[in-house]
T-cell receptor, first 112, second 112 residues
Framework: GQQLNQSPQSMFIQEGEDVSMNCTSSSIFNTWLWYKQDPGEGPVLLIA?????ELTSNGRLTAQFGITRKDSFLNISASIPSDVGIYFC????????????FGGGTRLMVKP | NAGVTQTPKFQVLKTGQSMTLQCAQD?????MYWYRQDPGMGLRLIYY???????DKGEVPNGYNVSRLNKREFSLRLESAAPSQTSVYFCASRRPMDSPLHFGNGTRLTVT
């Protein structure tokens, strides 16, 4: 089946630093989504991307839909302690359709 | 407005025992999903129900059955639990052709 490679698997950064993570796919996706999961909770959608090349921001978060449609990037600027959690990318051949494929997650730890 | 509610939150089973994980949503969503989450593997789709009265297999359906009891409720049954089914199970829902998936807070299942 489809695979999403998400990197890095974990990051331990200082508060205030910027963060970058990415996902690459073995096949083309038409939708890319980025989720955040806090401990003991389900994932919550951060950003949805629907067009190749699209760049979308949500506060300090910015995500890009790669022009090849096989990758996506998430950046967090000026990290704060509440950014701690696991970030997942997810892709779909359709419009956020039934067959979402999730990446393995990036665990972010922020040192105050 | 509770969103997606999963019960129980935690469960320990012995190999061979059966149990049903319950999920209910109060957002009038048509589509409902069951995922499992294992370390480093993201979320993998077990079964989904695109609308009331229909169910379809996802990526990892073996060992599971589902029932879409009504528009609100979608249950996941393990007939004969195995240690490989130790995981965190998430239920999610969404409207058709709409993003995002709304996740419950998960059921942590251990099979010994």
């Amino acid at each position: 089946g489809q695979q999403l490679n998400q990197s890095p698997q974990s990051m331990f950064i200082q508060e205030g630093e910027d963060v970058s993570m990415n996902c690459t796919s073995s096949s083309i996706f038409n939708t890319w989504l980025w989720y955040k999961q806090d401990p003991g909770e389900g994932p919550v959608l951060l950003i949805a991307l629907y067009k190749a090349g699209e760049l979308t921001s949500n506060g300090r978060l910015t995500a890009q839909f790669g022009i090849t449609r096989k990758d996506s990037f998430l950046n967090i600027s000026a990290s704060i302690p509440s950014d701690v959690g696991i970030y997942f990318c997810a892709g779909s051949p359709g419009k956020a359709g039934n067959m979402l494929t999730f990446g393995g997650g990036t665990r972010l730890m922020v040192k105050p | 407005n509770a969103g997606v509610t999963q019960t129980p939150k935690f469960q320990v089973l012995k190999t061979g025992q059966s149990m049903t994980l319950q999920c209910a949503q109060d957002m009038n969503h048509n589509s409902m999903y069951w995922y499992r989450q294992d370390p480093g593997m993201g979320l993998r789709l077990i079964y989904y129900s695109a609308s009331e009265g229909t169910t379809d297999k996802g990526e990892v359906p073996n060992g599971y059955n589902v029932s879409r009891l009504n528009k609100r409720e979608f249950s996941l049954r393990l007939e004969s639990a195995a240690p490989s089914q130790t995981s965190v199970y998430f239920c999610a829902s969404r409207r058709p052709m709409d993003s995002p998936l709304h996740f419950g807070n998960g059921t942590r299942l251990t099979v010994t």
